[in-house]
């Protein structure tokens, strides 16, 4: 049976990545993605990499991951296999170890989530999922081995403010469940007092500590920053509607069948479901809550991650399909970890609770509903690798391979709208290009309010001419907006090329070259 397990997950591994490897060989890259590589590439040391990631609302894992990766290479396309070996990984480990049946174990791996969000859309969310299912690994024998959980939790903390959420939740549920537990589950308290030497478990929850400590400290932006500034304290029952809505987006992730499938849900799209939504959302909570309450670790991590996500969402930043994964990352993790956590039963010896009928009725109903959610995130997997096969899902890279095609990665490049600009400098080995929006050189996008400025077509054109009178060389304007016909002719600006109609709509791109000595 033992190798038979091993080799099941053995053979949906290859599998997985097969179909991963292919798919991300159709995949281009967007600017999130570019983002990271590049602060990664073009940073000068670790230090440096952390002083240009203050702007990023992300802790820097991810990152320090992605730096010895660039010193082999200038292609981003090493960050894509590395992330696709991450995601592998994870597929492995739960295949391996998880305590659900085959054909669950199946249809996770081949999920909306799995095989595409945090497969070939490469960001550090990835690494967070293989933290959280090695901490699911982990959490049989968490008292014998509380350090190793100590540090994945650590790491955990800094892939990214989602992920700090959950960390925060496990640590919570994880220090009641110690301090309080073991008074009321015999169980727990004779697997507890088997540990002789306590001092492995302080070591955890210290390094659980400082993991979330750290981790805040990083996310604390500066004075200047200018991406999601606002907080939204105030009660708005619409805001509040939208925000339990993210619970099905998450449960039933399944994109339409259009150019713009990504962060799109096929369901919305339908009336009956837009009137059901909000009580499908209530359901899914109080479902869960009956399905965890004789198991208080599981529905503390539960309801702390779950509400933790949402008031973040609320309060901060509403996010896109991706942070709303791990909404349904925190309702699987608990489901994976219900049968290794204490039953409370105040001194008494447990009684067989899967002997009552309601115990009977909620196991079966929650196996049924983990398993339709699960063949739902199939149909969303299957949609969007069809969908990134269909599509071109960015144009910054085959703009840059014009770019070289045509020998022009050594001009001088003037770029608007650095966010989308950025992802040509991605695929480019060019270090700095002029961003206008800011007026400096750099490479990757630095969020801060300078950034907001608007930038005319006309103030693009008069800093590649005055680029040009500098250096007397011919500039490269790179824009994802054109140059209307009559501000052309009269700047002597030549139209190269226009690439539009991807997956991400702002990242189509216009090219131009403004002559040497241009007057």
């Not at 959610?373 to 690798?385: D, R, Y």
């Amino acid at each position: 049976m033992e190798n038979r397990s091993k080799h099941y997950a053995l053979g949906l591994t290859c599998l997985f990545l097969a179909i991963g490897a292919f798919t991300a060989s159709h995949h281009e890259m967007w600017r999130d993605e570019i983002q990271a590589w590049l602060l990664a590439r073009d940073s000068t040391s670790v230090f440096n990499l952390f002083a240009n990631l203050k702007y990023e609302g992300h802790p820097g894992l991810w990152h320090l991951c992605l730096m010895p990766l660039s010193r082999i290479t200038d292609s981003p396309v090493i960050m894509q296999m590395f992330h696709l070996l991450i995601t592998s990984a994870t597929v492995y480990l739960f295949v391996r170890y998880a305590p659900f049946n085959w054909f669950q174990k199946l249809l996770f791996c081949f999920g909306y989530f799995v095989i595409y969000e945090y497969a070939i859309v490469a960001r550090n969310y990835a690494l967070g999922m293989l933290l959280i299912t090695v901490f699911c690994v982990l959490f049989r024998e968490r008292y014998k081995r509380f350090i190793w959980i100590g540090c994945v939790l650590f790491l955990l903390a800094h892939t990214s403010v989602h992920a700090l959420i959950v960390t925060i939740a496990i640590g919570g549920a994880l220090c009641c469940e110690y301090v309080f537990g073991s008074r009321f589950s015999q169980p727990l308290n004779r697997e507890i007092a088997a540990v002789e030497d306590k001092r492995p478990i302080w070591i955890g929850f210290a390094l659980i500590g400082i993991g979330i400590t750290t981790a805040v400290l990083q996310l604390n932006p500066p004075p200047d920053t200018g991406f999601a500034v606002a907080w939204h304290f105030n009660y708005d029952p619409k805001r509040v509607n939208n925000i339990v809505k993210l619970i099905s987006r998450a449960y039933l992730p399944i994109p339409k069948t259009t150019l713009h499938f990504w962060g799109s849900n096929l369901l919305t799209t339908y009336p009956l479901f837009q009137a059901i939504q909000i009580p499908l959302c209530c359901f899914f909570i109080l479902f869960s809550v009956l399905l965890f309450i004789k198991r208080p670790t599981a529905l503390l991590i539960y309801l702390t991650g779950t509400f933790g996500l949402l008031t973040f969402f609320y309060i901060k930043y509403q996010g896109s399909i991706r942070h709303h994964g791990f909404l349904f990352l925190t309702f699987l993790m608990c489901c994976w970890i219900y049968r290794d956590s204490p039953v409370l039963n105040f001194g008494k010896e447990e009684q067989g609770e899967t002997d009552t009928v309601v115990s009977r009725v909620l196991n079966v109903g929650g196996t049924v509903i983990l398993t339709l959610l699960l063949i739902c995130h199939v149909i969303g997997g299957i949609i969007a690798v069809r969908m990134e096969h269909r599509h071109i899902f960015s144009y910054g890279k085959l703009t840059a391979e014009y770019i070289k095609s045509q020998g022009m990665q050594d001009h001088l490049i003037v770029a608007d709208k650095a966010p989308a600009a950025s992802t040509v400098v991605g695929y480019l080995p060019k270090r700095q290009v002029y961003y206008l929006s800011g007026s400096r050189l750099g490479s990757f996008v630095r969020w801060d309010k300078a950034r907001t400025h608007n930038v005319t077509n006309q103030l693009v054109i008069e800093a590649a001419r005055k680029l040009s009178r500098e250096h007397s060389q011919p500039v490269l304007i790179i824009l994802n907006r054109a140059i209307g016909a009559k501000l052309r002719a009269e700047h002597n600006l030549s139209f190269l090329v226009k690439f539009t109609g991807s997956v991400i709509g702002s990242e189509g791109f216009h090219l131009y070259l403004m002559p040497d000595g241009t007057g």
